[in-house]
């Protein structure tokens, strides 16, 4: 199944829970957090107090996705705050197998992320305790960046190794997606599709969700 995961941070955060519930209404059914450090990546965003502050607002699911050292130490704070998903970045976990564990401790599900110079073969040992894979198609940090092509052959990859392994994870794209660029990833296999700045730009947040999935889900049938 299709799901738009839209990502807050294009979002105009004076007007945040109206931003959200439009985005909604125009479909979208995961709330996609990015939390940044200024370490892992060059921005600074939010953290737990973001998501405690999202929760009352919708019933969406809250997927955080943590560009930030030592995703560990935060780990309750998110549980806590209440999200329901996390993914860390594959190139911050020293011990990648505890801090996944450490997730589903927690009562969340867990997520492994790759930037796009990172080849999918560093998760193989990984993928049968994850519930998604996030392939990142520009380099963490900002909304608004261009969509790097390289990241279809990688969630192609995903698809071929997840049916070899007799898997079942799910595959999220992040960066860049966006009306001219969601077929390619959803005809590769992706089934999660984070977008920022297609879903809210212009502050027409229902109207774009509403068109990007439609494009979205005509892809599919072409696939
Ligand atoms: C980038 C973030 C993305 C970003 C996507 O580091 O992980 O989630 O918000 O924004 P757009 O869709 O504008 O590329
Ligand atoms: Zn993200």
Redesign the pocket.
């Known amino acids: 199944m299709i799901e738009l995961a839209f ?1 807050i ?2 979002s105009d955060f004076a007007h945040l829970a109206d931003e959200v519930a439009a985005a909604e209404r125009g479909g979208g059914t995961i709330v ?1 957090v ?1 939390v940044m450090d200024g370490h892992f ?1 060059p921005n600074i965003t939010f953290g737990p107090p973001m998501v405690k502050a999202l929760r009352p607002i919708t019933k969406l699911p809250l997927d955080c ?1 943590l ?1 930030i050292e030592d995703p560990d130490a935060f780990i309750p704070a998110f549980a806590e705050a209440g999200a329901d998903m996390i993914s860390v970045q594959q190139e911050a976990c020293r011990h990648l197998h505890r801090t996944l564990q450490q997730i589903v401790v927690h009562g969340m599900l867990p997520g492994v992320v790759i930037n796009p110079a990172t080849p999918v073969e560093t998760l193989i040992e990984v993928l049968p305790m994850v519930h998604y894979v996030l392939v990142m198609s ?1 380099n ?6 261009q969509f790097l092509p390289l990241a279809v052959d990688k969630i192609a990859h995903l698809v071929e190794l997840r049916e070899h392994m007799g898997l079942n994870f799910r595959i999220e794209v ?5 009306h001219d660029t969601v077929a390619s990833v959803v005809q590769a296999g992706a089934d999660m599709l ?5 879903i809210f730009e212009k502050g027409r947040a229902e109207q774009n969700a509403v068109e990007f999935l439609r494009t979205a889900r005509a892809a599919v049938s072409k696939s």
């Open positions: 990502s941070l294009a996609h990015d990546v996705h560009m520009v963490p940090g900002f909304g608004g960046q992040d960066g860049g997606v966006a984070v977008a920022g700045s297609a």
